[in-house]
DNA sequence: CTACTTGCAAAAAATTTGCTGCTAT
DNA sequence: ATAGCAGCAAATTTTTTGCAAGTAG
């Protein structure tokens, strides 16, 4: 039998908790990279091997989230709550959004299709506010 | 002024039309390298590099589109159509799906947040028939 | 013609892995 | 005590790029 659903307890090493701690404070969705420049500041001795793996495994077990991404590198969300995601078109900023939606439609999903529907994911495309005021000055020069 | 929506000409080449070819071709999604295998068999002496800026291009000017996906490769998509997307949790595999969703989600996400909406992406998530039949039959021998 | 494209090979970027000593439980 | 984890460094995998020669329009 598969052991969907159930997690089995993972050792909260100092790194671990770092990592936790630094990516639930960053608002943005950051690659691994940068979760690794920060976590540098208080453990300058992490490897960055460290940080996938450790990013792995809090995906795993379902503390942060991975996002999906167009550009080649991957993304991590602290946030592990059900939330969809805003990205910029322009900038590729990503901010969460809230939203509810209702769950008829992964019933007509299901209808649609051969798959056995679990879950889904939405996210919008857009321009935020900050690429917005840099277009619009940038309008007003032409 | 940008030119957004704008899309200048392209050149097409032997090799956009055999990658472009294969890819309507292909039902999956196919990454980088699987584009590659195939365009071989056509064309033996085309190069990755080809393939990559190819597959820019051809996204850049709405001829195809880039898939967003988790994992650590990009995936194609030779539909240009708006469609959404289920992916298989186990075998990663990823099928079109048909579906209306009213545009009144986006009216929605306009107000819940401060990005000029553009556009939205949805993607279910759940189990494709095949890995269903063989987790069922895994499970019976449980 | 000539600006854009190709193949090739080398580089860069992103992620994974083997190993040995360390640590949370 | 010990299974699992960290750090390090090297390997893989995926994508990008420079350049000289070829080609579509």
Chains 1, 2 share one sequence.
Do not use: W
């Amino acid at each position: 039998m598969t052991d969907d659903g159930l997690q089995k307890p993972i050792r909260m090493t100092r790194q671990r908790c770092v990592i936790l701690d630094q990516l639930r404070k960053m608002k943005c969705h950051p690659s691994a990279d940068e979760v690794y420049q920060r976590v540098r500041e208080e453990l300058p001795r992490v490897s960055l091997g460290t940080i996938y793996r450790n990013l792995d495994v809090l995906c795993e077990c379902g503390l942060i989230q991975r996002l999906e991404t167009a550009g080649t590198q991957r993304r991590f969300d602290g946030n592990a709550g059900e939330h969809y995601h805003v990205r910029c078109i322009v900038c590729d900023r990503i901010d969460d959004i809230e939203l509810d939606v209702p769950d008829e439609i992964e019933q007509r999903a299901r209808e649609a299709g051969d798959f056995d529907i679990v879950g889904h994911r939405l996210e919008f495309v857009g321009i935020c506010p900050a690429c917005r005021k840099a277009r619009s000055q940038n309008a007003s020069t032409n």
